[in-house]
């Protein structure tokens, strides 16, 4: 099993900024690619920027520019720094990851998402 904890969100004024992290544990031999997801009320969840083992990143049109997505190999964490927030950016941000186990087994996906962590912009 493989436990995700995302962290650091809140309420900001447009404009402001926020630091996300998220944290991976549980039966992980090495991770590969990391992503962030949100999802607004009402709204299918979209992904916001991915980081693969190398550090390639990869980011959603409305979040270039603005947000920066890094990770710490070492503690099995993925940041998301966000700049220049929007009211738009209101939603639960959730993080993802692909990986492999000890047994050598590649997973695409953590199964079960964490609990995300609210991110409001008010304008």
């Known amino acids: 099993q493989v436990q995700l904890v995302e962290s650091g969100g809140g309420l900001v004024q447009a404009g402001g900024s926020l630091r996300l992290s998220c944290a991976a544990s549980g039966s992980i031999f090495t991770l590969n690619g990391m992503r962030w997801y949100r999802q607004a009320p009402g709204k299918q969840r979209e992904l916001v920027a991915g980081i693969s083992s190398h550090g390639s990143t990869v980011y959603a049109d409305s979040a270039k520019g603005r947000f920066t997505i890094s990770r710490d190999n070492a503690k099995n964490t993925v940041y998301l720094q966000m700049n220049s927030l929007k009211p738009e950016d209101t939603a639960v941000y959730y993080c993802?990851?692909?990986?492999?186990?000890?047994?050598?087994?590649?997973?695409?996906?953590?199964?079960?998402w964490g609990q995300g962590t609210q991110v409001t912009v008010s304008s």
């Open positions: 993802n990851a692909d990986y492999w186990d000890h047994s050598g087994t590649y997973y695409p996906a953590v199964a079960s």
